[in-house]
């Protein structure tokens, strides 16, 4: 049982690098084979519905991790603006890393499927929400104000999220290192 669930594991690890990098649209089942080194029946025995079925286990992945870290990252600090400063900044490090930003960002597969893949969207959509609303717990947990922790915790839930593909794109770190300094002010105010 062991030596079936590394197959699967490694095939959902590879699977979620290309949908970060590429995108649901420009990944193949393929691709997904080579990059892990899966035989071709594995992906059939461990994902019997296909490529959607891959898809909606990488963005859980996605969503563990994220979450996982944040919770982490945001339990020190003095006030919510240390905490949310400090894990802004974490997340910027590993962008200035150029490795693969894994599970950083759904942006790409969540934008690319809105329209055409409902189950994808709507995994795509639980996973912003539940940043949001772990955001606007830990801000509630600093004392915020409880009628604007949801909206905080969407904007700043965009504003990473926007950010994390700028990031991509400059291959640095540093248009997250902005909107830290700007959720630091916006969380004073």
Same mark, same amino acid.
């Given at each position: 049982? !062991? ?15 290309? #949908?970060?990098?590429? $995108?649901?649209? &420009? ?10 080194? *899966? +035989?071709?029946? @594995?992906?059939?025995?461990? #994902? +019997?519905?296909?490529?959607? =079925? ?5 963005? @859980? ?7 996982? &870290?944040?919770?982490?990252?945001? @339990?020190?600090?003095? %006030? *919510? %603006? ?12 590993? #962008? ?10 759904? $942006? ?6 809105? %329209?055409?893949? =409902? ?8 996973? #912003?929400?539940?940043?949001? @609303? ?5 801000? =509630?947990?600093? &004392?915020?104000? !409880?009628?604007?922790?949801? =909206?905080? &915790? ?20 540093? +248009? ?14």
């Amino acid at each position: 049982m !062991k030596k079936r669930q590394d197959t699967k594991d490694i095939i959902l690890q590879s699977a979620t690098r290309l #949908f970060q990098r590429q $995108g649901y649209n &420009g990944t193949g089942l393929n691709q997904i084979i080579e990059e892990s080194g *899966a +035989p071709k029946g @594995s992906i059939y025995y461990h #994902f +019997p519905n296909g490529k959607e =079925e891959i898809a909606l286990e990488a963005i @859980s992945v996605m969503r563990k991790l994220v979450l996982g &870290g944040a919770e982490k990252d945001l @339990s020190g600090g003095n %006030s *919510a %603006s240390e905490a949310f400063q400090s894990y802004i900044n974490n997340i910027a490090t590993v #962008f200035d890393k150029k490795e693969c930003v894994e599970g950083l960002s759904i $942006g790409l597969i969540a934008s690319e499927t809105a %329209s055409t893949h =409902e189950k994808l969207r709507h995994a795509c959509e639980m996973v #912003f929400k539940d940043w949001q @609303s772990l955001y606007a717990d830990i801000l =509630e947990k600093y &004392g915020c104000d !409880k009628e604007r922790t949801e =909206e905080l &915790g969407i904007t700043i839930a965009a504003m990473i999220e926007g950010a994390c593909i700028m990031s991509s794109t400059y291959q640095n770190g540093d +248009p997250l290192r902005v909107i830290a300094k700007q959720v630091s002010w916006l969380l004073k105010n």
